[in-house]
């Protein structure tokens, strides 16, 4: 594979963003990534001030993202951006990805992928002509312990899946924050920036992701009500669904953000004809397996029974066990399967199949599917809408 | 109040029977009552031989309830039974608390109250008749920390209630138990036994009553899915509701039998404009309340400071904090309610409003109530079906 | 063997009393045996009162112990106690119960047994010359999960035992609580009434005997430092020793009365060779299983899987899994095993093994010995002092 | 404060070493500072590939530290290392911190901070007389709920402190994992390269960081037991010490790596006149906070009620609550204080007293200290041994 360091470019991330920073944090973990240039933000003054808070060369900090494309493409191959992460809100993710793809750019883009499904499909197409690496930032299937689960049942250690229950309540807009100034809270309640759902659209897609993702199930139905509870805010902050999957097993998933107390508390129970996983996110680094009649087990991040069961979850571990690893290092996991991606292919190489192990273009069409699902189960009278395919 | 022990009767509670042995000592915890009669079963032997193990007066011990009924009439009053307890299988609670009530016995009746909401609505008219007391047993609302969950939302400190999310996941009938001779898992897949209904009838009742008690919130409309995953089980054994509340709330209410793993695990999620609340009946000694901006409370059973919020809380506790107290301890204060109204009345007083703090026959029209708008909405295409009123 | 219920006689229990009322309702629970006489109070109003609101015929309601034995010796088999329970303050255990076993009564007593270890080398040939049988509630030990832990040490599968940390720290004493009234502190801090020691005698013979219990093992050497946090109170608040047992191994024990927030917290960490286990009191429902390299096992009470490793275990259980046991019941388990042992001996039966499995005169001297190995320590400059023998 | 990235060196961190990778990792995460010189291994093929492996400009990996030292020097400002980073083995921490200061260069160094005492306090001379910024990398006191522990002691939340427990049970080398080739297990287990304690040093001192940085007390006496339960094992795997501190308070303090099962876990319990406070290592993002007559309080990392309270807490946090955080970052945060003082420092600017909060030269002589006192107690019949000063 290469042997330089990978040069990243960052979309996003001026004063009051948080997942650019993560972004940057995440990607540069592992020591084979460095950030060289960035448009952080649409005022070219702050993101100008932003690049210098990040100590880049000012010659490589632009006012906008078409600006950044225009320098970049002149600049020789390993001096010039391999890839961008795209960090923006949602409604620009589509022309930014597009536009750098076709340029000839690798894109990292943070979820949901498009402001909807028209553009969600153009953007497989574009991915599909360009060649180019695009990889989904879905974090949570990042985590070890949700690789072992994937693991597990792919091994068919849980027989038949019958029901998978997964929530994701949080309560940060318990309240009209968006009145209040929150950028984060601007833009996430705002349907110009954000599309046609709120909560659904923002964490819905996590906790669809992560199920279909540990699964290896698809969702065919949906049944969903979902809820605005703070007066004159115009997206959902609350929605809750029945689920059938394909292979005829049932399921529940909810989303809040008006759930005061609860954090980011996504988790996922599967019930299998022989076994049964459970996990929490804000608890990561455990993965409960129980059995019929026996006790119920703990396995721990880092141990080797864990890694003997998933080659993936090792790769995907970085500290012993009781070190405990967390929400960083899962997002670092996506990007390094993406960067070790990236440079198999600079090389020619083909990547290794774990390598690949990172949510991709398929991911953000099948996100963008359930968000349309949702609503249109949502405004339905009728139980079940079929997913939109 | 009355100052002699409580005479009880049991039917119900033959040979692998598990209920009954749990109202009985739940009803002689406290020393105030005492069991002293008891129709075990409707085979003669078995029910004579239960009675021996009981060490009953076998004069006193019936090979039918009718017969019981028959001679403990004739008994004086202080030395007949004051009350009975039904234990049977769903299907002949009706007649059985019916002939009692009318002759003059007051009854505690296991839970779901009939097998239908016809039986129940005239069973509610018969209790009314016959003037004499009527217990439901929904053991979850005789923990200490549900009630001071009540009182808590009560005294308005969790503001309007938006979203409740409850769950009872069992994984005892995820494999065909009914045909190895379970006599628990026999008549509870049995619709001849236990109705329309068998996990929704079991424990979502459970899970409906256990909600309304809390939120003092009534549901609206249901949106159900019903699933039987066992080939050739008669009733359901999973089941996933949509919830609305008449405030305008929303939720989830789901049960399943077939969740390897699940023992008991009833739980509630109340969130409101202000506070919010969680509750976990394996761990039932634990409430804990969520605040916007402030650390999670973990309020513990037994402390000055819950007796404080709540006297009901108060009276139901038994021992200091840090002895935990469990189901059984619960099951009692439903009894210590119920025996503590019965005596009150005995003499002619007013029962105290915090010993009527226990289920009656409106909570179990309600939970018929309840049975029929699920299987009547799992039948249906449209999303929502009306409560039954 | 016998067919009858059990009359029981109750030493103490007027008003402030708790664990009176824990033995009444723990020894009763299982509908074997009935309350019915006590000398409730050194103040013969009191004890009338008491007798009176637990229902109790008058006659037998007794002003003194002495007047208690008086009266019941001349009852006829049958109708007088079987038993007495001993629940007064520690100095007066040894007189009550020497004078009910020499008058051919069997004795439970309340822990720790006596006010010293003199009196309790005493009371130990007074019970082998006595015949009777003597039971010590220690209750911790009545626990299904801890009857399987030993088992599994039984069975060999910890492997040889090389370490073992006991705490039980509670936080109730930790103001001058004794200054305001309260019964429960009064006798506790008071040396007059509670002997050399205060926590280590109240709950470090707790701990002492659980780590016994489970372990199989003796204690050989302590090394103690023990506290008294508030100003004037005459006996230690908490205390902290060094282990070391007769195989080798080393551990710590450490109690407190001082330590705000914490209820009754006693667990145990047992490691081996192969495994180590892991309890704890508030959560009783769960123990612990962890291997040198596989995942951490819970194993949940009420399972078949811990009935067939634990007998014991199976016995002492009531209700199926996820119907959370606690406090009370494992109260109530010493009490079966004691009087099903007894009722045995009244038949001239050999009680079954697992019917002796209760805390006898044996455990009742040990703990004497730790109280005043821990005290003897305590003074001591030097590190190890020897078990006393 | 300087404007560029702060060039870093790494000593030690060849083929199967484990904390120099977190050293590079947690130092980079911030993107302000970057590898950019090592000498790895004493081995030059194993340096240069390791050097290799990271993408290093040959030229700066190095064969030994001395001809580190020797070029690095000549390099000009801006280029030459800024600081380096020692990860060797303890024996080795001494004369490679002592040349790199002597030669005016800042120092991080892994704990412990020496192989003796003597060294320790000679260092520290070393470090006054050099100018330069010295870092020990006791990473526990970088997580936010450690230092909002702190901050809440120094206001006086919890009164005065009376007992302090402190725990730090490992598993891994409850087998003689060191004659299998493990690299980790051959050093730990090796006087020469390790001191003279094993478990006492690698993790007691970690133990006893935190609890004098938590409680802001110092340790006055200790009463140590040592054990070697590994055959033919040269150092300690297991101690238990009793513990006073010079305000009055007692404790204890047992660290273990033969505890099957335990990972890494560490934890603390700080008892005072009106509060206590509970952490744990495995767990991080919460600090538990126990009242005398209220609930107990969950403070989770991340909130504003944690930053409101413990501003140290807010700059040691990456991410909004419910994104858990854990050992890396807390690694980080040694980190980014520290090299935020040094860059401050390159300016001539007076740091922030926040960027101080590192451990120091201070905490590695304590450290040491501890060493030598818990060697010394272990040796000795005495109860009590004073705290070398």
Known sequence: ML??????GLI?????????TVHHKAAILDGKTELVAGAFSRDPEKSKKTGQDLMLDPVRVYGSYQEMIENEKKLPD????????VTTPNNSHFPIARDFLRTGFHVMCEKPMTFNLKEAKELKKIVQDSGKVFGLLHNYTGYPMVKLARDMIRNGELGDIRKIVVQYPQGWLATALEKTGSVQAGWRTDPAQSGAAGSIGDIGTHAENLTEYISGLKISHICAEINTFIPNRQLDDDGNCLLKFENGAGGLLHVSQIAIGEENNLAIWIY???KSLEWHQEHPNYLYLMEKDGPTQVWKRGNDYVGAKSPAAARATRLPFGHPEA???AFANIYNNFID???AGVDGDEPDPLMLDFPNVDDGVRGMQFVETVIKSAKSDQKWTKFVI
């Not at 042997?3 to 990243?8: A, D, E, H, T, V």
């Not at 996003?12 to 650019?20: D, K, L, T, V, W």
């Open 272 to 274: 299998g004809t022989e």
């Open 327 to 329: 929400f960083l290092e």
């Open 3 to 8: 042997n330089r360091k990978i040069k990243m």
């Open 12 to 20: 996003g991330g001026g004063p009051g963003s948080f997942i650019a």
């Open 78 to 85: 390993g001096e010039r951006v391999d890839f961008v992460s």
């Open 341 to 343: 991606t990236l440079r």
